[in-house]
Structure formats: structure tokens, C-alpha cells
């Protein structure tokens, strides 16, 4: 099962990075194939949806092929980083009926959960089909990707089985 994670932010100095690396580090452990898609690789300059840019084929490339998708992004002023949402809407009926699971990432210790309510909205508009899981990475700065914890690792479990139910 080939599961993707976007990567939502571009900030230098992002700690949502180690974030995902820990989620790609995670499902590898659950013998889930995956990979970072990074925002950083996908800069455009205003909202494009007509499928004719590089990037737009590179990204429906993977999201076409993926059976679920995992979303780390930060809160930023209680929203998602809009460079996440010029990429998301670079793409339309790839991403029909797939599940998504979407980790939010902040510095204090709410763990973006005003983002990921916000995002499952989003994600509802693109046809995709949110979990009721969702991670929480509170006090990003001192979150350590290789030692993650104990309670993050067993809600990635949770939710990567919750991914499974929509594949079978
Ligand atoms: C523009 C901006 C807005 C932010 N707004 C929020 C916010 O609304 N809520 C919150 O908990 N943290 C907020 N933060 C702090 C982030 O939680 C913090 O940067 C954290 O490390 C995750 O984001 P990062 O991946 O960019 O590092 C904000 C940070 C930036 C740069």
C-alpha cells in the first residue's frame, strides 16, 4: 500500500520536517510504502488548475497512484500555510474518494488542532475522505524524530489501520 505524505510548509526553519520524516520513518515500520512530497518542491506563483504545468503532472504522478494520503502542516494563524493549498489545488479528481489522515504540527501545545479542522474541510472539497484519526505534535521544537514517543506511535498504528479500511 503506497501511502504519500505532504509535507505543508516551505518555512525556513520548519519543524514540521521532522515531523514527517518521523510519519515516513512510522509507516515504513508498518510495511506502508511512502514518500515526502514537498511543498518546497512545488512553488507556483498563483492558483493553477489547468493540469498543463510540470509540477501539476509530477504531483498528479504520485497522487494518482497513492491509496491514502498523510498531510503534516503547521498552524499558521489557526489556518494551513497557503503554499499548501496553491499545491493542493493544483490537482481535482486524483484525489477522489482517497482516505487522508492529516497530522497537524504547532509550538504550543493545541498541536494545530484549529488547522486540522480547518484542512478536513478542504480536503472534503477536493473528494477526499478524512479519517477520524488525526495526530497531534504539540511543543514542535522539542519533538525528537528518531526517539518520536510512545503515544505517537501507537496513534500512527491507529490511524494507519483506519487508512487500510478504505483500501479493502
Ligand atoms: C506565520 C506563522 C503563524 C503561526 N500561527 C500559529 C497559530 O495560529 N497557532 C499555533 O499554535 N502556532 C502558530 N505558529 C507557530 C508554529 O506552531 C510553529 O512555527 C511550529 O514550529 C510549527 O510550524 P513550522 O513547521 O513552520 O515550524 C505560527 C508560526 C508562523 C510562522
Known amino acids: 500500500m503506497y501511502f504519500p505524505i505532504i509535507l505543508g510548509t516551505a518555512r525556513e526553519g520548519r519543524q514540521s ?16 510504502e511512502s514518500g515526502i512530497i514537498d511543498v518546497r518542491d512545488y512553488r507556483i506563483e498563483a492558483t493553477d488548475n489547468t493540469k498543463k504545468g510540470s509540477e501539476a503532472k509530477r504531483l498528479a504522478e504520485i497522487i494518482g497512484k497513492a491509496d491514502g494520503i498523510v498531510i503534516v502542516s503547521p498552524e499558521y494563524n489557526h489556518g494551513y500555510p497557503g503554499e499548501l493549498k496553491m499545491m493542493l489545488d493544483l490537482l481535482y479528481e486524483e484525489y477522489r474518494g482517497k482516505p487522508v489522515l ?47 514517543n510512545e503515544d505517537y506511535k501507537k496513534s500512527v498504528k491507529r490511524a494507519v489501520e483506519e487508512l487500510k479500511l478504505y483500501n479493502q
Not at 20 to 31: C, D, I, Q, T, V
Not at 108 to 128: H, K, N, P, S, Y
Open 102 to 148: 492529516i497530522c497537524g504540527v504547532s509550538a504550543g501545545i493545541f498541536g494545530g488542532t484549529r488547522m486540522v479542522e480547518q484542512l478536513r474541510l478542504v480536503c472534503l472539497g477536493l473528494g477526499m475522505v478524512p479519517v477520524s484519526s488525526a495526530l497531534y505534535f504539540r511543543n514542535a521544537e522539542e519533538f525528537n524524530e528518531s526517539e518520536g
Open 17 to 32: 520536517e521532522k515531523v514527517a520524516r518521523f510519519m515516513l520513518e512510522e509507516l515504513k515500520k508498518e510495511g506502508i
